[in-house]
């Protein structure tokens, strides 16, 4: 069995500030160690399950978050910038057939209540991203480009909003598990870590043995992908990324491409190009 783990750091356990989640920030150190255990917990469970391969995407930010030396012996991990990583927080997942998926330390979409810092991959640039007409968020995303693949996600993790939000997308086949409640976008009740590990332990070897009762997340096909950006000039820069389209002020589609998995692609692309500041003298 091959199973594919992406990790982001918002809905880790204990993670609830900024100051643990970015490079340069006084607590990024203990939310780095965090962010490694509660993988770690996972990826037990994986092998308990009898895991025959097990790939960790780090899916955060600089996406050299997780630490290789205290990750778990089983575990091969994805890491390195983003803009060596084609296809970012689902990088490497297409490189053998796996059979399900995992998401741990997830948060919810962007414009979400009472969830640890909710955004849609870039919260500088991205508003709103929209799958079909229908507002995804990572979890939503991520899963359906899985799923085009013919890889169910049958595990997240984050705060109880998130876990909610993957229920309601995914359904109810999906196994969750809530490490925290949130109560602000930088405050929550954090569950004993012990006890939220065992419990991502436990859920990720209860899901993954029995695989065939989730299917893949599969929205209807062609996709069309939708993104709002905060603002006209980040739009402007995205939309010269070949393939996309503007259809608004601060509005781009995604609705070519030869599968999902491309237009995945594309979007990171034009994200990139979202978020590049330009010189003075070009703005």
């Known amino acids: 069995m091959n199973v594919f783990i992406s990790v982001d750091i918002e809905g880790i356990s ?11 920030q006084t607590e990024y150190g203990r939310g780095r160690r965090l962010m490694t255990e509660d993988a770690n917990a996972a990826i037990e469970g994986a092998v308990r399950a009898g895991a025959d391969y097990v790939l960790v995407a780090d899916g955060h930010g600089p996406m050299r978050n997780l630490l290789v030396e205290e990750l778990h012996p089983a575990a091969h991990v994805m890491t390195g910038s983003a803009d060596a990583r084609p296809y970012c927080q689902l990088e490497g997942a297409d490189e053998r057939p796996f059979d399900a998926a995992l998401f741990v330390g997830y948060h919810a979409m962007a414009k979400t209540f009472r969830a640890i810092h909710p955004h849609t991959i870039a919260g500088a640039v991205v508003h709103e991203l929209r799958l079909n007409g229908v507002p995804h968020g990572e979890t939503g995303l991520n ?7 013919g890889i169910p996600t049958v595990l997240v993790t984050g705060d109880e909003t998130t876990c909610a939000e993957a229920t309601g997308m995914l359904g109810e086949g999906v ?35 029995a695989i065939g009762s989730v299917t893949p997340y599969r929205p209807v096909e062609p996709f069309r992908i939708e993104v709002d950006f905060l603002t006209m000039p980040q739009c402007d820069r995205a939309s010269r990324t070949a393939g996309v389209e503007q259809v608004g002020p601060v509005t781009i589609a995604i609705a070519s491409g ?8 594309l979007l990171w692309a034009a994200l990139r190009s979202a978020l590049y ?7």
């Open 143 to 149: 899963a359906a480009i899985l799923g085009s693949l």
């Open 175 to 209: 196994e969750t598990v809530a490490v925290k409640r949130a109560t602000g976008r930088n405050a929550a009740v954090c569950r004993p870590l012990a006890e939220a590990r065992a419990d991502i332990t436990a859920a990720a070897e209860r899901a993954l043995g």
């Open 14 to 24: 204990g993670v609830v500030h900024a100051d643990m989640m970015m490079p340069g």
């Open 258 to 265: 030869p599968t999902p998995w491309e237009q995945y692609r």
């Open 277 to 283: 500041e330009p010189a003075s003298f070009l703005a």
